[in-house]
């Protein structure tokens, strides 16, 4: 099965920064859709970025201009640079690959929490 592994939450101020990492194992990393969510306390789950196989982002309107998803194949890692933080931020974010080469499949890491404070 396939395994993700979210890193670098944390508490940071408003303004601040965070990066962090979402770590794959388990399959090989071609061909794989790869985004992040997040949930925020007492909201639903909504989309914050993507990055699909050959490249190409998308970003939610609500982090444009502050945040950039990128990836490492070579290490099977996805990233999410987080700039200029704002308390509406705080929430639990997740990692999700989708899995469309070989055998097809969609994965979910548990989370890691992101914190700013006023």
């Known amino acids: 099965q396939v395994q993700l592994v979210e890193s670098g939450g944390g508490l940071v101020q408003a303004g601040g920064s965070l990066r962090l990492s979402c770590a794959a194992s388990?399959?090989?990393?071609?061909?794989?859709?790869m985004a992040w969510f997040r949930q925020a306390p007492g909201k639903e789950r909504e989309f914050v970025a993507a990055?699909?196989?050959?490249?190409?982002?998308v970003h939610a309107d609500s982090v444009k201009g502050r945040f950039t998803i990128s990836r490492d194949n070579a290490k099977n890692t996805v990233y999410l640079q987080m700039n200029s933080l704002k308390p509406e931020d705080t929430a639990v974010y997740l990692c999700?690959?989708?899995?469309?080469?070989?055998?097809?499949?969609?994965?979910w890491g548990k989370g890691t929490l992101v914190t700013v404070s006023s």
């Open positions: 999700n690959g989708e899995w469309r080469s070989g055998l097809p499949g969609d994965y």
């Open positions: 388990g399959r090989t990393f071609s061909n794989v859709n």
């Open positions: 990055i699909y196989w050959h490249g190409s982002t």
